[in-house]
Protein backbone atom coordinates (compact mmCIF):
# COMPACT_ATOMS: atom_id res chain seq x y z
CA UNK A 1 0.00 0.00 0.00
CA UNK A 2 1.65 3.54 -0.87
CA UNK A 3 2.16 6.25 1.46
CA UNK A 4 -0.98 8.57 2.38
CA UNK A 5 -0.29 12.14 1.36
CA UNK A 6 -2.49 14.94 2.58
CA UNK A 7 -3.56 17.91 0.07
CA UNK A 8 -6.31 20.31 0.53
CA UNK A 9 -9.01 21.26 -2.10
CA UNK A 10 -10.45 24.86 -2.01
CA UNK A 11 -9.39 24.70 1.55
CA UNK A 12 -10.15 21.64 3.09
CA UNK A 13 -7.97 18.63 3.62
CA UNK A 14 -8.03 15.57 1.86
CA UNK A 15 -6.12 12.08 1.89
CA UNK A 16 -4.51 10.85 -1.21
CA UNK A 17 -2.05 8.04 -1.98
CA UNK A 18 1.34 8.99 -3.18
CA UNK A 19 1.79 8.28 -7.06
CA UNK A 20 -2.01 8.78 -7.73
CA UNK A 21 -2.37 12.07 -10.34
CA UNK A 22 -4.23 15.10 -8.85
CA UNK A 23 -7.37 13.87 -11.04
CA UNK A 24 -7.41 10.47 -9.31
CA UNK A 25 -7.25 11.48 -5.89
CA UNK A 26 -9.91 14.25 -6.88
CA UNK A 27 -12.24 11.45 -7.62
CA UNK A 28 -11.58 9.51 -5.07
CA UNK A 29 -13.47 11.45 -3.18
CA UNK A 30 -16.11 12.23 -5.24
CA UNK A 31 -15.11 15.13 -6.80
CA UNK A 32 -15.50 15.18 -10.47
CA UNK A 33 -15.35 19.28 -11.25
CA UNK A 34 -12.48 21.53 -10.92
CA UNK A 35 -12.86 23.95 -12.97
CA UNK A 36 -15.28 26.29 -14.72
CA UNK A 37 -14.98 27.38 -17.95
CA UNK A 38 -14.23 31.04 -18.99
CA UNK A 39 -16.73 31.65 -21.84
CA UNK A 40 -19.72 30.27 -20.51
CA UNK A 41 -19.38 28.96 -17.04
CA UNK A 42 -19.49 25.59 -17.24
CA UNK A 43 -18.13 22.75 -15.17
CA UNK A 44 -15.19 20.68 -16.22
CA UNK A 45 -13.26 17.76 -14.81
CA UNK A 46 -11.64 14.49 -16.40
CA UNK A 47 -12.57 14.51 -20.15
CA UNK A 48 -9.73 12.49 -21.97
CA UNK A 49 -7.26 11.88 -18.79
CA UNK A 50 -4.32 11.28 -20.88
CA UNK A 51 -2.90 15.45 -21.38
CA UNK A 52 -3.90 15.59 -24.72
CA UNK A 53 -7.62 17.46 -24.51
CA UNK A 54 -6.49 20.53 -21.59
CA UNK A 55 -10.06 20.06 -20.03
CA UNK A 56 -8.89 19.27 -16.69
CA UNK A 57 -7.05 22.05 -15.40
CA UNK A 58 -6.57 23.43 -11.91
CA UNK A 59 -4.54 25.52 -10.10
CA UNK A 60 -2.09 23.70 -7.86
CA UNK A 61 -0.51 25.50 -4.94
CA UNK A 62 -1.03 29.22 -6.99
CA UNK A 63 -0.15 27.93 -10.68
CA UNK A 64 -2.70 27.75 -12.93
CA UNK A 65 -3.38 25.68 -15.89
CA UNK A 66 -1.89 22.30 -14.74
CA UNK A 67 -3.37 19.06 -16.16
CA UNK A 68 -4.86 17.45 -13.16
CA UNK A 69 -4.60 13.78 -14.94
CA UNK A 70 -0.47 14.09 -15.97
CA UNK A 71 0.68 15.61 -12.46
CA UNK A 72 1.16 13.70 -9.28
CA UNK A 73 -0.30 15.10 -6.08
CA UNK A 74 1.83 15.84 -3.50
CA UNK A 75 2.13 16.01 -0.21
CA UNK A 76 0.66 19.00 1.56
CA UNK A 77 -0.84 20.46 -1.68
CA UNK A 78 -2.99 23.85 -2.18
CA UNK A 79 -5.23 22.56 -4.86
CA UNK A 80 -7.88 25.37 -6.05
CA UNK A 81 -11.09 25.17 -8.39
CA UNK A 82 -9.80 27.12 -11.42
CA UNK A 83 -12.42 29.75 -12.90
CA UNK A 84 -11.70 31.01 -16.28
CA UNK A 85 -7.70 31.50 -17.45
CA UNK A 86 -7.61 30.69 -13.67
CA UNK A 87 -5.67 34.50 -13.83
CA UNK A 88 -6.76 37.57 -12.45
CA UNK A 89 -8.84 39.57 -15.03
CA UNK B 1 -24.53 16.05 -61.44
CA UNK B 2 -23.34 18.49 -64.15
CA UNK B 3 -22.38 21.62 -62.63
CA UNK B 4 -20.94 24.93 -64.38
CA UNK B 5 -18.09 24.35 -61.81
CA UNK B 6 -15.88 22.34 -59.87
CA UNK B 7 -13.93 23.60 -56.77
CA UNK B 8 -11.25 21.34 -55.72
CA UNK B 9 -10.30 21.96 -52.38
CA UNK B 10 -12.01 22.58 -49.23
CA UNK B 11 -9.83 25.48 -47.39
CA UNK B 12 -10.40 29.56 -47.33
CA UNK B 13 -9.29 30.00 -50.93
CA UNK B 14 -11.76 27.04 -52.24
CA UNK B 15 -14.30 28.02 -49.71
CA UNK B 16 -13.94 32.15 -51.15
CA UNK B 17 -14.21 30.81 -54.94
CA UNK B 18 -17.26 28.88 -54.52
CA UNK B 19 -18.80 31.48 -52.48
CA UNK B 20 -17.90 34.00 -55.19
CA UNK B 21 -18.93 31.65 -58.10
CA UNK B 22 -22.72 31.58 -56.41
CA UNK B 23 -23.02 34.65 -56.02
CA UNK B 24 -22.33 35.07 -59.50
CA UNK B 25 -25.34 32.79 -60.57
CA UNK B 26 -22.73 29.67 -60.96
CA UNK B 27 -23.91 25.98 -59.45
CA UNK B 28 -20.79 24.44 -57.43
CA UNK B 29 -19.28 21.36 -56.53
CA UNK B 30 -16.72 21.77 -53.83
CA UNK B 31 -15.00 18.64 -53.46
CA UNK B 32 -12.01 17.49 -50.95
CA UNK B 33 -9.81 14.53 -49.94
CA UNK B 34 -10.47 14.89 -46.57
CA UNK B 35 -12.37 17.62 -44.24
CA UNK B 36 -13.17 21.36 -44.73
CA UNK B 37 -9.80 23.26 -43.70
CA UNK B 38 -8.20 20.13 -43.34
CA UNK B 39 -4.95 21.00 -45.26
CA UNK B 40 -3.51 24.12 -45.70
CA UNK B 41 -6.00 26.10 -44.09
CA UNK B 42 -5.80 23.86 -40.76
CA UNK B 43 -2.45 24.85 -40.50
CA UNK B 44 -2.58 28.34 -40.77
CA UNK B 45 -2.97 31.49 -38.41
CA UNK B 46 -5.79 33.49 -39.78
CA UNK B 47 -3.74 36.17 -41.47
CA UNK B 48 -5.44 39.16 -43.38
CA UNK B 49 -2.55 41.67 -43.95
CA UNK B 50 -1.32 44.93 -45.63
CA UNK B 51 1.58 44.95 -43.69
CA UNK B 52 3.46 42.23 -44.97
CA UNK B 53 3.08 43.11 -48.37
CA UNK B 54 5.49 45.01 -50.72
CA UNK B 55 4.36 47.11 -53.28
CA UNK B 56 2.92 45.11 -56.28
CA UNK B 57 0.28 43.10 -57.69
CA UNK B 58 -0.22 40.97 -54.62
CA UNK B 59 -0.63 44.24 -52.34
CA UNK B 60 -3.27 45.53 -54.64
CA UNK B 61 -5.03 41.98 -54.25
CA UNK B 62 -4.59 42.28 -50.20
CA UNK B 63 -5.74 45.58 -50.16
CA UNK B 64 -8.87 44.43 -52.47
CA UNK B 65 -9.06 41.40 -50.04
CA UNK B 66 -9.44 42.83 -46.66
CA UNK B 67 -12.18 44.73 -48.30
CA UNK B 68 -13.74 42.27 -49.46
CA UNK B 69 -13.17 40.09 -46.14
CA UNK B 70 -14.89 42.35 -44.34
CA UNK B 71 -18.12 42.58 -46.69
CA UNK B 72 -18.45 38.86 -46.25
CA UNK B 73 -18.04 39.18 -42.41
CA UNK B 74 -20.93 41.62 -42.12
CA UNK B 75 -22.99 39.39 -44.63
CA UNK B 76 -22.24 36.29 -42.78
CA UNK B 77 -22.68 37.65 -39.20
CA UNK B 78 -19.41 37.66 -37.54
CA UNK B 79 -19.04 33.76 -37.45
CA UNK B 80 -15.65 33.26 -37.73
CA UNK B 81 -14.14 35.58 -35.81
CA UNK B 82 -13.03 38.38 -38.04
CA UNK B 83 -10.99 41.06 -36.10
CA UNK B 84 -9.77 44.37 -37.12
CA UNK B 85 -7.16 44.27 -34.58
CA UNK B 86 -4.32 46.22 -36.59
CA UNK B 87 -0.96 45.14 -36.98
CA UNK B 88 2.19 46.33 -35.02
CA UNK B 89 5.61 45.61 -36.47
CA UNK B 90 8.62 46.69 -34.56
CA UNK B 91 12.29 46.65 -34.93
CA UNK B 92 14.69 45.55 -32.63
CA UNK B 93 17.68 47.63 -33.70
CA UNK B 94 17.77 51.08 -35.44
CA UNK B 95 19.07 49.78 -38.49
CA UNK B 96 16.22 47.49 -38.94
CA UNK B 97 13.62 50.33 -37.97
CA UNK B 98 15.07 52.85 -40.76
CA UNK B 99 14.61 49.41 -43.13
CA UNK B 100 10.97 49.13 -41.64
CA UNK B 101 10.00 53.08 -42.29
CA UNK B 102 11.25 53.39 -45.96
CA UNK B 103 9.58 49.91 -46.70
CA UNK B 104 6.42 51.99 -44.88
CA UNK B 105 6.38 54.98 -47.14
CA UNK B 106 6.82 52.62 -50.23
CA UNK B 107 3.34 51.30 -48.62
CA UNK B 108 1.89 54.13 -47.83
CA UNK B 109 2.52 55.11 -51.53
CA UNK B 110 0.29 52.60 -52.57
CA UNK B 111 -2.80 52.76 -50.19
CA UNK B 112 -1.52 51.19 -47.22
CA UNK B 113 -2.23 53.37 -43.96
CA UNK B 114 1.26 52.84 -41.78
CA UNK B 115 1.82 55.35 -39.29
CA UNK B 116 5.23 55.25 -37.61
CA UNK B 117 5.47 54.97 -33.98
CA UNK B 118 8.41 56.13 -31.41
CA UNK B 119 9.73 53.69 -28.62
CA UNK B 120 8.35 55.71 -26.76
CA UNK B 121 5.05 55.64 -27.67
CA UNK B 122 4.90 51.71 -28.15
CA UNK B 123 3.68 50.99 -24.72
CA UNK B 124 0.95 53.00 -25.06
CA UNK B 125 -0.79 50.61 -28.10
CA UNK B 126 0.67 47.27 -26.87
CA UNK B 127 1.46 48.03 -22.85
CA UNK B 128 2.78 44.86 -21.68
CA UNK B 129 5.76 44.91 -25.14
CA UNK B 130 9.22 45.40 -24.21
CA UNK B 131 10.90 48.61 -23.52
CA UNK B 132 13.50 47.57 -24.86
CA UNK B 133 12.69 47.86 -28.82
CA UNK B 134 14.18 50.64 -31.86
CA UNK B 135 10.52 51.71 -32.47
CA UNK B 136 7.85 50.01 -35.19
CA UNK B 137 4.96 50.96 -37.68
CA UNK B 138 1.09 50.73 -36.63
CA UNK B 139 -0.97 49.32 -39.33
CA UNK B 140 -4.49 49.91 -38.69
CA UNK B 141 -5.70 47.66 -41.82
CA UNK B 142 -4.30 44.33 -40.79
CA UNK B 143 -7.18 41.99 -39.59
CA UNK B 144 -7.20 38.18 -38.09
CA UNK B 145 -9.64 35.53 -38.57
CA UNK B 146 -9.93 32.09 -37.23
CA UNK B 147 -9.27 30.39 -40.57
CA UNK B 148 -11.47 26.86 -39.97
CA UNK B 149 -14.32 28.44 -38.79
CA UNK B 150 -13.92 30.79 -41.77
CA UNK B 151 -13.44 28.28 -44.46
CA UNK B 152 -16.96 26.43 -42.78
CA UNK B 153 -18.77 29.02 -42.63
CA UNK B 154 -17.95 30.63 -45.80
CA UNK B 155 -18.87 26.75 -47.43
CA UNK B 156 -22.10 26.83 -45.64
CA UNK B 157 -23.34 29.83 -46.82
CA UNK B 158 -23.10 29.10 -50.17
CA UNK B 159 -24.16 25.57 -49.56
CA UNK B 160 -27.44 27.51 -48.21
CA UNK B 161 -28.32 28.80 -51.28
CA UNK B 162 -28.98 25.46 -53.16
CA UNK B 163 -26.67 26.03 -55.65
CA UNK B 164 -23.03 24.68 -53.57
CA UNK B 165 -22.91 20.92 -53.48
CA UNK B 166 -19.95 20.08 -50.78
CA UNK B 167 -17.92 16.77 -51.16
CA UNK B 168 -15.82 15.98 -48.48
CA UNK B 169 -13.17 12.73 -48.03
CA UNK B 170 -13.69 12.23 -51.86
CA UNK B 171 -10.06 12.38 -53.42
CA UNK B 172 -9.77 13.83 -57.17
CA UNK B 173 -8.32 11.00 -59.26
CA UNK B 174 -8.40 12.23 -62.65
CA UNK B 175 -9.28 15.45 -64.46
CA UNK B 176 -11.21 14.59 -68.39
CA UNK B 177 -10.12 16.94 -71.28
CA UNK B 178 -12.46 16.53 -74.50
CA UNK B 179 -11.67 16.27 -77.81
CA UNK B 180 -10.17 19.77 -78.30
CA UNK B 181 -8.28 19.89 -74.74
CA UNK B 182 -10.38 21.58 -72.51
CA UNK B 183 -12.04 20.37 -69.38
CA UNK B 184 -14.97 18.05 -69.53
CA UNK B 185 -15.11 16.53 -65.99
CA UNK B 186 -13.46 15.29 -62.94
CA UNK B 187 -13.17 12.25 -62.05
CA UNK B 188 -13.64 11.42 -57.96
CA UNK B 189 -13.41 8.72 -55.66
CA UNK B 190 -17.71 8.62 -55.59
CA UNK B 191 -18.01 9.16 -59.26
CA UNK B 192 -17.13 11.41 -62.10
CA UNK B 193 -18.51 14.96 -62.76
CA UNK B 194 -19.11 16.81 -65.54
CA UNK B 195 -18.30 20.30 -65.89
CA UNK B 196 -16.91 22.98 -68.21
CA UNK B 197 -14.80 24.67 -65.43
CA UNK B 198 -12.28 23.41 -62.59
CA UNK B 199 -10.63 25.40 -59.82
CA UNK B 200 -7.36 24.45 -58.40
CA UNK B 201 -7.73 25.90 -55.04
CA UNK B 202 -5.49 22.85 -53.30
CA UNK B 203 -3.18 24.70 -52.12
CA UNK B 204 -0.13 23.44 -51.08
CA UNK B 205 -1.00 20.02 -53.06
CA UNK B 206 -1.95 22.37 -56.03
CA UNK B 207 1.14 21.21 -58.14
CA UNK B 208 -0.25 17.36 -58.09
CA UNK B 209 -3.55 18.71 -58.83
CA UNK B 210 -2.54 20.22 -61.97
CA UNK B 211 -0.68 17.10 -62.96
CA UNK B 212 -3.65 15.60 -63.18
CA UNK B 213 -4.55 17.32 -66.18
CA UNK B 214 -1.52 17.30 -67.79
CA UNK B 215 0.86 20.55 -66.46
CA UNK B 216 3.08 21.62 -64.23
CA UNK B 217 2.73 24.05 -61.33
CA UNK B 218 6.24 24.25 -59.04
CA UNK B 219 4.59 24.67 -56.03
CA UNK B 220 6.18 23.69 -53.19
CA UNK B 221 5.71 23.42 -48.90
CA UNK B 222 7.35 25.70 -46.81
CA UNK B 223 7.00 24.30 -43.33
CA UNK B 224 6.00 25.97 -40.64
CA UNK B 225 5.20 26.05 -36.39
CA UNK B 226 3.23 27.66 -34.18
CA UNK B 227 3.03 27.76 -30.80
CA UNK B 228 0.04 28.23 -28.59
CA UNK B 229 -0.10 29.18 -25.26
CA UNK B 230 -2.75 28.46 -22.23
CA UNK B 231 -5.65 31.44 -22.67
CA UNK B 232 -4.92 34.28 -21.00
CA UNK B 233 -6.85 37.73 -20.08
CA UNK B 234 -6.06 39.57 -22.93
CA UNK B 235 -1.99 41.02 -22.90
CA UNK B 236 -1.80 41.40 -26.95
CA UNK B 237 -4.33 43.58 -28.45
CA UNK B 238 -2.56 44.01 -32.48
CA UNK B 239 -0.95 41.29 -34.51
CA UNK B 240 2.36 42.21 -33.02
CA UNK B 241 5.66 40.85 -35.43
CA UNK B 242 9.01 41.72 -36.02
CA UNK B 243 10.59 44.10 -39.14
CA UNK B 244 12.62 40.99 -40.04
CA UNK B 245 9.62 38.81 -40.72
CA UNK B 246 9.06 40.81 -44.11
CA UNK B 247 12.55 40.10 -45.13
CA UNK B 248 11.82 36.52 -44.31
CA UNK B 249 8.66 36.43 -46.25
CA UNK B 250 10.54 37.06 -49.19
CA UNK B 251 13.44 35.23 -48.72
CA UNK B 252 14.98 32.74 -51.17
CA UNK B 253 16.98 31.05 -48.14
CA UNK B 254 15.88 27.39 -48.14
CA UNK B 255 17.37 26.71 -44.33
CA UNK B 256 15.47 27.45 -40.92
CA UNK B 257 14.54 31.10 -40.88
CA UNK B 258 12.46 32.68 -37.81
CA UNK B 259 10.96 35.55 -36.62
CA UNK B 260 8.25 36.61 -34.03
CA UNK B 261 4.90 36.68 -34.89
CA UNK B 262 2.55 37.35 -31.49
CA UNK B 263 -0.88 37.45 -31.74
CA UNK B 264 -3.88 36.66 -29.07
CA UNK B 265 -6.66 35.39 -30.41
CA UNK B 266 -10.53 35.32 -28.85
CA UNK B 267 -10.12 31.83 -27.26
CA UNK B 268 -7.60 33.78 -25.01
CA UNK B 269 -4.36 31.76 -26.56
CA UNK B 270 -2.08 33.12 -27.70
CA UNK B 271 -0.23 32.39 -30.83
CA UNK B 272 3.89 32.86 -31.92
CA UNK B 273 4.92 31.61 -34.78
CA UNK B 274 6.33 32.15 -37.40
CA UNK B 275 9.15 29.31 -38.97
CA UNK B 276 9.79 28.97 -42.61
CA UNK B 277 11.94 25.49 -43.58
CA UNK B 278 11.69 24.08 -46.77
CA UNK B 279 12.11 20.78 -45.80
CA UNK B 280 9.47 19.12 -48.44
CA UNK B 281 6.10 17.25 -46.22
CA UNK B 282 8.35 16.23 -43.57
CA UNK B 283 5.83 17.22 -40.31
CA UNK B 284 8.11 15.74 -38.04
CA UNK B 285 8.19 17.64 -34.70
CA UNK B 286 11.58 20.06 -34.19
CA UNK B 287 12.24 21.59 -30.75
CA UNK B 288 15.03 23.40 -31.98
CA UNK B 289 12.41 25.54 -34.15
CA UNK B 290 10.30 25.40 -31.19
CA UNK B 291 13.17 27.04 -28.81
CA UNK B 292 13.48 29.41 -31.13
CA UNK B 293 10.24 30.79 -31.68
CA UNK B 294 9.75 31.06 -28.23
CA UNK B 295 12.98 33.00 -27.43
CA UNK B 296 12.27 35.46 -29.61
CA UNK B 297 8.69 36.08 -28.67
CA UNK B 298 10.04 36.88 -25.85
CA UNK B 299 12.13 39.58 -26.57
CA UNK B 300 9.29 41.15 -27.93
CA UNK B 301 6.55 40.38 -24.85
CA UNK B 302 8.85 40.24 -21.81
CA UNK B 303 6.22 38.55 -20.22
CA UNK B 304 5.68 35.01 -22.17
CA UNK B 305 8.54 33.64 -20.36
CA UNK B 306 6.10 33.07 -17.34
CA UNK B 307 3.42 31.49 -19.65
CA UNK B 308 3.06 27.78 -20.23
CA UNK B 309 2.42 26.12 -23.68
CA UNK B 310 -0.10 24.05 -24.05
CA UNK B 311 0.63 22.92 -27.41
CA UNK B 312 2.17 23.50 -31.19
CA UNK B 313 0.99 22.35 -34.20
CA UNK B 314 2.42 22.92 -38.18
CA UNK B 315 1.53 23.09 -41.67
CA UNK B 316 2.94 23.52 -45.14
CA UNK B 317 3.10 27.25 -47.06
CA UNK B 318 2.51 26.29 -50.91
CA UNK B 319 5.20 28.78 -52.25
CA UNK B 320 6.11 29.76 -55.94
CA UNK B 321 9.52 30.28 -57.41
CA UNK B 322 8.42 33.60 -57.15
CA UNK B 323 6.32 34.24 -53.99
CA UNK B 324 3.38 35.01 -56.28
CA UNK B 325 0.34 33.14 -56.14
CA UNK B 326 -1.25 31.33 -59.17
CA UNK B 327 -4.51 32.62 -59.76
CA UNK B 328 -6.39 32.18 -63.24
CA UNK B 329 -6.81 30.70 -66.46
CA UNK B 330 -4.08 27.95 -67.31
CA UNK B 331 -4.14 28.50 -70.94
CA UNK B 332 -2.85 24.81 -70.92
CA UNK B 333 -5.72 23.31 -70.51
CA UNK B 334 -9.09 25.54 -71.41
CA UNK B 335 -11.53 25.32 -68.09
CA UNK B 336 -8.66 24.64 -65.69
CA UNK B 337 -8.16 27.41 -63.23
CA UNK B 338 -5.59 27.80 -60.56
CA UNK B 339 -5.92 29.15 -57.34
CA UNK B 340 -3.64 28.12 -55.26
CA UNK B 341 0.03 29.02 -54.37
CA UNK B 342 -0.30 31.82 -51.76
CA UNK B 343 2.26 30.88 -49.51
CA UNK B 344 1.36 31.84 -46.35
CA UNK B 345 -1.35 34.63 -47.31
CA UNK B 346 -4.17 32.20 -48.74
CA UNK B 347 -6.35 33.14 -46.20
CA UNK B 348 -5.82 37.12 -46.51
CA UNK B 349 -5.95 36.86 -50.23
CA UNK B 350 -8.33 34.30 -50.69
CA UNK B 351 -11.71 36.97 -50.91
CA UNK B 352 -10.00 38.62 -53.42
CA UNK B 353 -8.87 35.45 -55.03
CA UNK B 354 -12.62 33.60 -55.10
CA UNK B 355 -13.87 37.14 -56.20
CA UNK B 356 -11.53 37.73 -59.63
CA UNK B 357 -11.54 33.86 -60.96
CA UNK B 358 -15.49 34.29 -60.22
CA UNK B 359 -14.97 37.31 -62.31
CA UNK B 360 -13.26 35.76 -64.83
CA UNK B 361 -15.70 32.23 -65.41
CA UNK B 362 -18.89 34.71 -66.15
CA UNK B 363 -16.61 36.97 -68.83
CA UNK B 364 -17.00 39.99 -66.59
CA UNK B 365 -13.60 42.18 -66.64
CA UNK B 366 -11.33 41.41 -63.36
CA UNK B 367 -10.98 43.80 -60.56
CA UNK B 368 -7.29 43.26 -60.60
CA UNK B 369 -5.13 42.24 -63.39
CA UNK B 370 -4.43 38.74 -63.36
CA UNK B 371 -1.66 38.83 -65.79
CA UNK B 372 1.20 38.92 -62.84
CA UNK B 373 -0.25 35.62 -61.10
CA UNK B 374 -0.97 33.85 -64.61
CA UNK B 375 0.48 30.12 -64.74
CA UNK B 376 1.95 31.60 -67.96
CA UNK B 377 4.74 32.53 -65.98
CA UNK B 378 6.20 29.47 -65.35
CA UNK B 379 6.75 28.92 -69.11
CA UNK B 380 4.48 26.15 -70.79
CA UNK B 381 5.40 22.85 -69.93
CA UNK B 382 3.25 19.82 -70.07
CA UNK B 383 3.70 16.94 -67.89
CA UNK B 384 4.76 14.03 -70.02
Same mark, same amino acid.
Given at each position: MSREVVFRFDGAPYPGRDGQTIAAALIDHGILSWRRTRVDDQPRGI?????????????????PNVRACMTGVEDGDDLRSQEGTGYAQ | ???????? !??????? +? +?????????????????????????????????????? &? !? &????????????? =?QMAGSLGDSFELDPKGGLVVATHQHTLDYLLRF?????????? =???VAATDLPDHEPRISRDLAGGVLYPQDMQVQPMLAAAHIIEAACATGRTTLMTDCAVTGIDVDASGAVSGVRTAQGVISTRHVINAAGTWGGEIAALAGVELP?? &?????????? &??????????YAADYVANVASDNAGLETSAVIEGTHSGTILIGASRERVGFDKT???????????????????????????????FR?? +???????????????????? +??????????? =???????????? !??????????????????????
Open positions: LCGIGVCFDCLITVNGE | MNPDVVVI !GAGVVGA +C +CARACVEAGLTVVVVDRGAVAGGTTGGGEGNILVSDKE &P !G &PELDLALLSRELW =AADEQRACGVI =AEPIL &PRRGFILVTE &PLPPLVRHKVLDWHVLGRLAKQAIEIFPLLAEVQLLRTYGGPY +CPDHLPVIGPDPRVPGLLHA +CGHEGAGVGLG =AATGHVIAQWIT !GASTSIDLAPFSPARFGASHVA
